[in-house]
């Protein structure tokens, strides 16, 4: 049966055949990531970088980190040498926000076999279990994935459905951000109106490995009520940290949700969208 949202690093160090990616970035510091992977990473991991790996190009009008063309995208998964059979583990530094956008994206061509390491490298690095600089070859392959394109929104389907009873939207940023009293990233501070928030260093536990199913499933129907997971879509500012609370509903057993990739940095590109601040 293949693992579909979390693996343990136990779990990892049994299955070296697996296919693993660092997907380990700092927004301030956009090379570091691969730097760090450069030094030390977990032996068979190939390097996944958020901007030119995982994000398409930016117009000034799709968001910082917009999603690339499907078959861009696809055509990277052949170059390192994905089959559609693989078992796919991605990691990050720790709590598994960038791990997370891969593990998203993945599934949205149809990749179900894929899950994000609990804890990421530092606990990897913290059980002394062993890291490398070998930057492993893999034979290109010809993969075959296609967009599910019920697994994302663009800007039009929020405008449209803005406000109405069939979407709720949850905002994955720190509190002052949804509420508008900072904005360290983006020009302009607030939240799309009528959003929920659900900061989305809440699903991890103090040793940053994920809460368990029945705390998740708890606390996000404390934001969501009886909404359909259906019915939900992820944003936040880029459409990274959006990901993890998605990997965290499907964790929870609440599967189903989507992302809006555009996000905070997206909707407000444009002067005329609505915005909200203040207490929801």
């Known amino acids: 049966m293949p693992h579909t949202t979390l693996v343990s690093t136990a779990e990892l160090a049994r299955h070296p055949e697996w296919r693993v990616f660092d997907c380990r970035h700092d ?26 790996d995982l994000s398409g190009p930016m117009t000034g009008g799709n968001g910082r980190h917009p999603l690339p063309a499907a078959e861009v995208f696809i055509a990277w998964l052949g170059r390192a040498g994905l089959r559609p059979g693989n078992q796919v583990v991605a990691y990050d530094a720790g709590g598994g926000s960038s791990a997370s956008r891969l593990w998203s994206m993945l599934r949205w061509v149809g990749h179900e076999a894929v899950a994000v390491l609990d804890g990421g490298l530092a606990k990897w690095s913290r059980e002394g279990r062993p890291l490398t600089a070998d930057v492993p070859s893999f034979a290109p392959t010809t993969y075959t994935g296609r967009a599910r394109v019920a697994l994302q929104v663009d800007t039009r389907f929020l405008e449209q459905h803005l406000g109405g009873s069939s979407v709720t939207l949850v905002d994955a940023r720190a509190p002052a951000r949804f509420l508008g009293e900072a904005e360290p990233i983006d020009p302009v501070a607030g939240r799309i109106p009528g959003a929920r928030n659900r900061f989305n260093s809440e699903n991890l536990a103090p040793d940053g490995t994920f809460k368990d199913a029945a705390a998740l499933r708890k ?62």
Do not use: K
Request: net charge negative; hydrophobic share 40%; glycine share 10%.
């Open 27 to 52: 927004l301030a510091r956009p090379e570091l990531g691969a730097q760090q992977y450069a030094e030390a990473h977990i032996p068979g991991a190939l390097f996944a970088h958020l901007d030119r």
């Open 219 to 280: 606390e996000f129907l404390a934001v969501l009520g009886d909404r359909d997971p259906a019915e939900i879509v992820h944003y936040c500012g880029s459409g990274v940290a959006a990901c993890h609370n998605q990997l965290a509903m499907e964790i929870a057993g609440l599967p189903g949700s989507r992302i809006y990739t555009g996000s905070w940095s997206e909707w407000i590109s444009d002067a005329r969208r609505p915005r909200a601040r203040g207490p929801a």
